[in-house]
DNA sequence: ACCACAATTGCAACAGAGTTGCAATTATTA
DNA sequence: TAATAATTGCAACTCTGTTGCAATTGTGGT
């Protein structure tokens, strides 16, 4: 049962248990891809402000539950992180790839994002890596 | 003199020479690292409409002058192009990198982006690396 | 140097995204 | 079930980005 897990999940990150953030993340789980702001407002419905949905993605991301997928377009995507990512501590390694043709932004979680040798001086904490394309499903 | 090489590279990209564009670009020569969209207002004073900026690095970017960095904090950062890279066609394959202290964005024109092996049926257009961290003039 | 034409600009008005304070509502714990 | 703390919705606001249109400016040819 989804809701079951939903509930967990929430309890895992000390989260009270609210109908939003179950929608929420309900549509996370149904989900392959990311989501924007606007979709998560779009599918959730006239149900939550558009205030309350900032606000859980903000709640969300702090947790560890999501991370952020920075994008060309300006427009931040949204997706679930595994589970060792609790806390506010983030491992997500691995690869974001964007199509251009239906514009779904997905994780790669089998590919992972390789160590970069930087210039004397320069200290790395974090490294993204976007890869954009044509995804497996729009390849017909 | 830098005049003098603000008006080449706008004939050279197919560009009428306006006072908008000549303020802009120099704000990018005279800079080492990139630039937002609100950096540039900020700095080209009261003399130019915001709109005029909006169309103006459009512009830029459309002839091959700039190109945009995507950043984690949905705030677009633009910057100067290497010469190749006229007509549109970008060949930008550096990485970049995000001072987590003082917040500048520069190119690291000597690292270039790795390639990377996607899962079958994905295929690569174009491919973005950002690495954040503390840059060497912030490392004391 | 001037003119005609095309391109660029500023302005106004607008749409969308994101933030904040506050009061009402809801979840948690005892 | 009641007390307390957290979450939510609402209103108001700021900031960002877009568009149409008229005024201005740049360009190339004379
Ligand atoms: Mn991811
Ligand atoms: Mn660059
Ligand atoms: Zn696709
Ligand atoms: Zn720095």
Redesign the interface.
């Known amino acids: 049962m989804m809701e079951q897990k939903i509930d967990e999940l929430l309890k895992k990150n000390h989260l009270s248990i609210t109908g939003g953030r179950r929608k929420i993340l309900e549509l996370f789980l149904q989900q392959d891809g990311a989501l924007s702001h606007s979709d998560i407002e779009r599918r959730a419905g006239e149900k939550f402000d558009r205030v309350t949905v900032y606000r859980t993605l903000q709640t969300f991301l702090e947790k560890g539950l999501i991370h952020?997928i920075?994008?060309?377009d300006?427009?931040?995507r949204y997706a679930l992180c595994k589970d060792d990512c609790s806390g506010g501590q983030h491992h997500d390694d691995h690869?974001h790839?964007i199509c251009?043709a239906c514009g779904t932004t997905v994780c790669?979680e089998?590919?992972t994002v390789?160590s970069?040798?930087?210039?004397?001086?320069?200290?790395?904490?974090?490294?993204?890596?976007?890869?954009?394309?044509?995804?497996?499903s729009c390849?017909h």
């Open positions: 952020s920075p994008t060309s300006n427009s931040i690869v790839f251009n790669l089998g590919v390789p970069i040798a930087l210039p004397d001086g320069y200290v790395t904490e974090q490294v993204e890596m976007l890869i954009s394309g044509v995804c497996k390849n």
